[in-house]
């Protein structure tokens, strides 16, 4: 399966600030998938990034606050705008092996505090 | 709307005891079926997965699952918990075929006691 770098692995940074999220994955996968999981909460799908398009947003998250770059079919930024502490959650990066048949693979998330 | 519940918030049971966390998929049509780990502060980790065939399936760790169509559920199971299982569970679904998204359940917070 596949292995996804991301990294910063944390980080503090004060609220009006941005922060930009790498992801390298060390095979070329099409679609790669961005999720927040709030503080005691579940993962929640932000966009899905397709390598030579813009990004589809899921429903309540928009491109000026989460936008993202995909310049190649091994690596992904998110970056999170003008944080402020509602922004503070885990962010992950997730591709899928197999067309979905052998599971999604996930980086290890970065823990994001904003103060 | 494609969703996945899982309808325990938490859960805690004696070490050596079984276990069955609860899983209840809507999809239009059988989804692939995850289910994942995720331990304190740790990454998530892939359990087990469904997309086809024998009904009951084997993941790490011990863990098994089955698949219900009649009931759109896949719990899973463990028949003797250790204390390193204490971890969140979360269930999750996707469309058949390439280039879909995964969606959670809301998870289950397993606790063990000695």
């Known amino acids: 399966s596949a292995v996804i770098s991301q990294k910063p692995s944390r980080d503090i940074c004060q609220r009006g600030t941005s922060l930009t999220i790498q992801c390298q994955v060390d095979?070329?996968?099409?679609?790669m998938f961005w999720y927040r999981q709030q503080p005691g909460q579940s993962l929640t799908l932000i966009a899905t990034?397709?390598?030579?398009?813009?990004?589809?947003?899921e429903s309540g998250f928009v491109i000026d606050k989460f936008p993202i770059s995909r310049p190649n079919l091994t690596f992904s930024t998110l970056t999170v705008s003008n944080m402020s502490p509602e922004d503070s959650s885990i962010y992950l990066c997730?591709?899928?092996?197999?067309?979905?048949?052998?599971?999604?693979?996930f980086g290890s998330g970065t823990r994001l505090t904003v103060v | 709307a494609q969703s996945v519940t899982q309808p325990d918030i938490h859960i805690t049971v004696s070490e050596g005891a079984s276990l069955e966390l609860r899983c209840n998929y809507s999809y239009g049509a059988t989804p692939y079926l995850f289910w994942y780990v995720q331990s304190p502060g740790q990454g998530l980790q892939l359990l087990l997965k469904?997309?086809?065939?024998?009904?009951l399936v084997q993941g790490i760790k011990g863990f098994e699952a089955e698949f219900k169509r009649s009931q759109s559920s896949f719990n899973l199971r463990k028949p003797s918990v250790h204390w390193s299982d204490a971890a969140e569970y979360f269930c999750a679904g996707a469309n058949r075929g390439g280039g879909n998204k995964l969606t959670f359940g809301t998870g289950t917070q397993l606790k063990v006691e000695l």
């Open positions: 469904y997309f086809s065939g024998d009904t």
């Open positions: 095979s070329q996968v099409t679609m």
């Open positions: 990034a397709n390598q030579g398009s813009e990004a589809t947003y």
């Open positions: 997730s591709v899928e092996d197999g067309q979905g048949r052998n599971g999604y693979t």
